[in-house]
């Protein structure tokens, strides 16, 4: 007898519908592989509907004071306390990963991001008022830049979430958020649980797959468009952004570089980076998968890396002991797979590289060393838990390769040496460099890349004034 699955349905101003044609797809419980609900597979009815909401509601909730949105932030982040179980175990079913970690390092966080923005609400302030002409007044006004059309990703669907609409609503924008089609449980969850503190229409969720992100991205309500993707995802939605110049901010793919210096703490490096390595099964654009180590202590740092990836546990959710869960989606254990199907004869597999039980998509904590520069796994994003080593022989060396890849997000130095921690933060091409340390993030400070990780800022004061626009007001004093 089969199980019925649970309907999960769009949030638009105010009220959780089906799409309007009724279309649907099944969403699959990475654990187990198994179909769990079904979602919207909404269409341009829906965005339509959606983008109308959001900019109907836009007026009264730009016009609210900084006050009376901070207030509406800080109740919604009591709340994401008061809820916290409902979320984690939306957020298990979604992906799959560990309840423990899950409940641990991702609801303080984000609640902490939340009551951030709540405060910056109450910092959106131009320049003080002068007079740069003779009988002329000047005045800088930061404003809110109207509707934001947000599509978040599956890696971390309930935190990323957060990362959109929290600044977003903090600076007086409405939102329209499209989950990712692999994990809307715990998006339309934080849609019941916004949608009892805000005005309706000021927070819309729309569920579907690319057609409903390009739909989004291509109505002309919007005035900004942000999205945390892949790279090919992020260059479409430039392109469609570009045909009526709305603003868009991208966070996209990573390959952070790991570089290690013979004078390191081994055994303290090797713990951290496989942990920053391995992490929520490496899909994390700032996950610490290409380490880059001093010749002089190649292979005894690679023996180390080896040992403590085949200590490293992956499996089911409820399981205490595992670091990580499976893979998103049959389509992502593939491509990971693939990486190591394809390595070059001169790579060595120095542990894992295997699929791991035959249900769900799990895959082993991986090291592959002997590589080159030019190889595949080194130049493109494999997003899964899977770490490779390269050796160095000098700084200039390190530098050169730990730049040499199309990503630039983020980095690590490791090194007991001050100045050389200082250069090497200078001369890494990376919007973060973390020093003997890998993957903290906080929410005061900003999170961006360069290159193809795309451009604009989320967390920090940056990120806030991300969905702000500046506007020039000059007065007579004459009357």
Request: aromatic fraction near 8%; include cysteine.
């Amino acid at each position: 007898m089969s199980t019925e699955l649970r309907r999960l349905r769009n949030y638009i101003d105010g009220e959780f519908r089906d799409a309007a044609d009724g279309r649907t797809t099944e969403v699959v419980n990475p654990a187990t592989g198994e179909a769990y609900a079904t979602a919207p597979l909404s269409g341009q009815a829906d965005v339509d509907a959606a983008m109308a909401a959001a900019a109907a509601a836009f007026p009264a909730w730009r016009d609210k004071t900084p006050a009376e949105r901070q207030k509406a932030l800080l109740k919604i982040a009591d709340a994401f306390e008061e809820r916290a179980e409902e979320l984690i175990a939306a957020e298990v079913e979604n992906t799959g990963k560990p309840i423990g970690l899950t409940r641990s390092e991702e609801i303080p966080p984000m609640v902490d991001q939340i009551r951030f923005f709540a405060g910056a609400a109450r910092m959106l302030e131009g320049r003080s008022a002068g007079e740069y002409m003779e009988g002329m007044t000047s005045i800088v006004r930061r404003e809110p830049v109207g509707v934001c059309a947000q599509v978040a990703p599956w890696n971390y669907p309930m935190m990323m979430a957060v990362w959109k609409f929290a600044p977003a609503l903090a600076a007086g924008n409405t939102v329209v958020l499209k989950p990712s089609d692999t994990t809307p449980a715990s998006t339309v969850l934080i849609a019941d649980i916004l949608g009892g503190i805000l005005p309706k229409g000021v927070f819309n969720v729309v569920c579907g797959d690319r057609d409903t992100g390009r739909a989004m991205v291509e109505h002309p309500t919007p005035a900004m468009a942000s999205i945390t993707g892949s790279v090919r995802a992020g260059i479409s939605v430039a392109e469609s952004a570009s045909k009526d110049v709305k603003r868009v901010h991208l966070e996209l793919g990573g390959k952070a570089p790991v570089v290690v210096f013979e004078d390191t703490d081994i055994t303290k490096a090797v713990e951290d980076i496989s942990v920053a390595g391995f992490f929520n099964a490496g899909q994390d654009c700032t996950a610490a998968t290409r380490v880059l180590v001093q010749d002089s202590i190649h292979d005894e740092f690679v023996a180390a890396l080896a040992k403590a990836a085949s200590e490293t546990k992956t499996g089911q959710p409820d399981d205490e002991d595992v670091l990580y869960g499976p893979l998103n989606n049959p389509n992502q254990l593939k491509q990971v797979a693939g990486f190591i199907e394809r390595l070059p004869a001169h790579a060595k597999v120095e542990a894992g590289g295997q699929q791991v039980g035959d249900k769900g998509y799990f895959y082993a904590p991986t090291v592959v060393s002997g590589l080159k520069q030019d190889d595949e796994i080194i130049q493109n994003e494999v997003f899964g838990p899977v770490i490779t080593v390269q050796s160095f022989s000098d700084e200039a060396q390190a530098i050169e390769w730990a730049n040499g890849v199309d990503y630039a997000l983020a980095s690590s130095v490791w090194t007991k040496d001050h100045g050389r921690a200082m250069r090497l933060s200078r001369s890494l091409d990376f919007g973060c460099v973390w020093i003997n340390t890998h993957i903290p993030l906080v929410a005061e400070m900003p999170h961006g890349g360069f290159k193809k990780s795309g451009y604009g800022k989320d967390l920090s004061g940056y990120g806030f004034e991300d969905y702000t626009r500046i506007k020039h007001v000059m007065t007579s004093l004459d009357g």
